[in-house]
């Protein structure tokens, strides 16, 4: 019965921790970032920043650890430079460098929102 209040327990806590992910994108990257057909806004007609699903394909492609899937989104929305940007020319002139989100989100939600990224499947 203790290991069921425990399973229990860890699930709804992953749950939450998994809501609580899906809300901070919402509020935090879906202003420039397509996620699914309707979520990005557009500004002057365009996306703000490159959909979602090519993102983590490209972090994918990178790093096969999810640890350090998760300390480059974190780095890169806290310190983003041109250097750091894992698309090929024509998207980075298209786009430009994300803004830092330094003055956004605090390094607990960033923690939250990358864990969510990292697990994100996207239906293309």
């Known amino acids: 019965?203790?290991?069921l209040i425990i399973a229990t327990l860890l699930i709804g806590a992953s749950l939450n921790a998994a809501d609580k992910g899906a809300e901070l994108v919402d509020q935090k990257c879906t202003p420039c970032h397509l996620f699914s057909s309707s979520?990005?806004?557009l500004t002057n007609g365009k996306m703000g920043g490159p959909p979602m699903w090519g993102i983590m394909k490209k972090i994918r492609n990178?790093?096969?650890k999810s640890d350090d899937r998760i300390a480059f989104i974190r780095d890169y929305a806290m310190n983003p430079t041109e250097e750091k940007m894992l698309f090929p020319a024509a998207t980075r002139e298209y786009f430009g460098?994300?803004?830092s989100m330094k003055d956004k989100v605090s390094e607990e939600e960033?923690?939250?929102i990358a864990e969510?990224?990292?697990?994100?499947?996207a239906v293309k």
Do not use: D, F, R, T
Request: charged residues 20%; without cysteine; glycine residues 0%.
């Open 1 to 3: 019965m203790k290991k």
């Open 116 to 121: 969510y990224l990292n697990n994100y499947q």
């Open 39 to 41: 979520s990005a806004k």
């Open 110 to 112: 960033m923690q939250i």
């Open 62 to 64: 990178k790093y096969a």
């Open 97 to 99: 460098v994300m803004p």
